[in-house]
Nanobody, 127 residues
Framework: QVQLVESGGGSVQTGGSLRLSCAAS????????MGWFRQAPGKEREFVAT???????????DYADSLKARFTISRDNAGNGVQLQMNSLKPEDTAVYYC?????????????????WGQGTQVTVSS
């Protein structure tokens, strides 16, 4: 069983940056795909970014097309975690951001691809 705890959310103005962190416990995540999703009020949870083990200690990353220019996902295997760097934030980025783990290392874009979820961290971007 993997427990995930997100941190780093907060309130920023348009154009600002935030760095979200997700700390995993209960199992090493080095061979898991790790994803970030977000959910705005009244909307479905949507894919943000994912990273999965590729080969020879390399990891690949994939992003929602509309976010790849501003968001960067990275891993901290030593710390058993994953981060999401968010730059040039916009009011439409306001949402609860969730970290998720996929023990099958699929690195998919659907919530169904992930087995474990954190409780989420709120990001609010004001204009």
């Amino acid at each position: 069983q993997v427990q995930l705890v997100e941190s780093g959310g907060g309130s920023v103005q348009t154009g600002g940056s935030l760095r979200l962190s997700c700390a995993a416990s209960g199992h090493t995540i080095s061979n898991y795909a790790m994803g970030w999703f977000r959910q705005a009020p009244g909307k479905e949870r949507e894919f943000v970014a994912t990273t999965k083990y590729s080969h020879s200690n390399h990891y690949s990353a994939d992003y929602a097309d509309s976010l790849k220019a501003r968001f960067t996902i990275s891993r901290d295997n030593a710390g058993n975690g994953v981060q999401l760097q968010m730059n040039s934030l916009k009011p439409e980025d306001t949402a609860v951001y969730y970290c998720a783990a996929d023990r099958s290392n699929k690195g998919g874009k659907s919530t169904w691809d992930y087995d474990y979820w954190g409780q989420g961290t709120q990001v609010t971007v004001s204009s």
